[in-house]
């Protein structure tokens, strides 16, 4: 743990992060009033600045990350901003909320819930919209779960976990507990303790890659799940699963990169989530306040490393792929010009800020 640094220190570094997304990425979508979205790289080519490429869940990790920031230093500005993204997703989704994705739908969703509960911004009717085919999809005649898309036979956890989250936050806790359940039943590694990308059902046709963000989404879950049932079961599967993300999926506690692409943004979800274990996570024993420290731990030593190792450009930071090696300039087919790195960057400063600024051992209060 990097105990040299303190929140307000990070609080600093996540702005510095902010600032840098927003300068360079952020653009009205189409010129139209009112709306913002995360151009796809920077530079961009004519292309992307067009938004002709735009990436749905990118920009739903965007507006997540936004409400972040709000919640560290509330901005009327900060909060216009958060109704922007969420219009300019909407307009780019040719005036939809949904798509065809419920990966894609479960992490809008997220966002949304968090900008509605911790900010105060009505979105009640697009959480209906996106929460209820979450439910829906439950499939018990395939095995249990839901699909990563519609009419998809593959059932994954980036799909499950998110969506599980989501409606843990809404109050189906009936669906949340299952979706749970089926990921450790159907999808932890037995071996590793690691959570698998997902099952072809019928079939049982096992994808084996055990992505960090897979991990991330299962630690949210279950941590939801223990602050909201009586089920020991859920903490428990919570100290398992951090202690399998420290000793397999981290380097001196930083967290191993995942290239560029759609990639760059999965160590930035797993520092989200191992955040949320290190400072909701409930109980007394001493195998939780263990995995709230190793939680910890591993989200400041990660922060610490991007830190580190970023480039400056105009006095903003850029991160690289990989926390633990030095960002290289963001040219053409570089992974440091996606957005979804950088997200990841920012999203990991402000993990460390909630970390750091928690009362007790994991931050400075």
Known sequence: MNATVSASEWAWRAGLAESAVHERNLRRLWLIPGTSLGVVAAPATRH?????VWHYWWQAHLLDVTVDAEVRAPSEVRRRRIADIARGIRRRNFGRWSN????DMAWLAIALE???RLVGIDFGVPLATLTDPLYDAWAPERGGGIPWRIHSDFFNTPANGPAGIVLARVNRLDRAVAM??????TLRDPDTGLIFDGIHQPGDRLEENMYTYCQGVALGLETEL?????DSVHAERVHRLVDAVAHRLTSSDVIVGAGGGDGGLFAGILARYLAMVAVQLPGDSSVDGRARASAAAIVLASAAAAWDNRIEIEGRPVFGPDWSVQARGP???APERDLSVQLAGWLLLEAAHRVAAAPGPEGEL
């Open 331 to 333: 040219g053409t087919g």
């Open 180 to 185: 749970a359940d089926w990921l450790d039943a």
């Open 48 to 52: 992307e600045r067009m938004f002709l």
């Open 226 to 230: 223990a602050l909201r049932t009586p």
């Open 114 to 116: 968090r900008a509605q």
């Open 100 to 103: 065809s994705y419920y990966d």
